[in-house]
């Protein structure tokens, strides 16, 4: 069974670091793009930042400059660096990965998210 496991959301102040893991466990061929979405509360999950395994990356405005995805496709992890964080940061990321389980189409998965909270 697949599953993606997240690490490393919490707490800190404005202005504040945080980094994101995710790693991907199971039984599977190829993990293809990874990436990370927000869901703050009352708002539509959004998305924050993706990568390719060739590295190509993709994030939201609102993050530019301030966050920094990367990944090693050996441990089919993907990081998320938060740096400046803002309380408008503050949401539950969630992990987000392409999996090709066994021939055919790449399969969607999903973790189960970890709190992030910019606080004074």
């Known amino acids: 069974q697949v599953q993606l496991v997240e690490s490393g959301g919490g707490l800190v102040q404005p202005g504040g670091s945080l980094r994101l893991s995710c790693a991907a466990s199971g039984s599977f061929f190829s993990v293809n793009a990874m990436g990370w979405y927000r869901q703050a509360p009352g708002k539509q999950r959004e998305l924050v930042e993706t990568?390719?395994?060739?590295?190509?990356?993709n994030y939201a405005d609102s993050v530019k400059g301030r966050f920094t995805i990367s990944r090693d496709n050996l441990k089919n992890t993907v990081y998320l660096q938060m740096n400046s964080l803002k309380p408008e940061d503050t949401a539950v990321y969630y992990c987000?990965?392409?999996?090709?389980?066994?021939?055919?189409?790449?399969?969607?998965?999903w973790g189960q998210g970890t709190q992030v909270t910019v606080s004074s």
């Open positions: 990568i390719t395994r060739g590295g190509r990356t």
């Open positions: 987000n990965a392409f999996i090709l389980v066994r021939g055919g189409t790449p399969v969607e998965y």
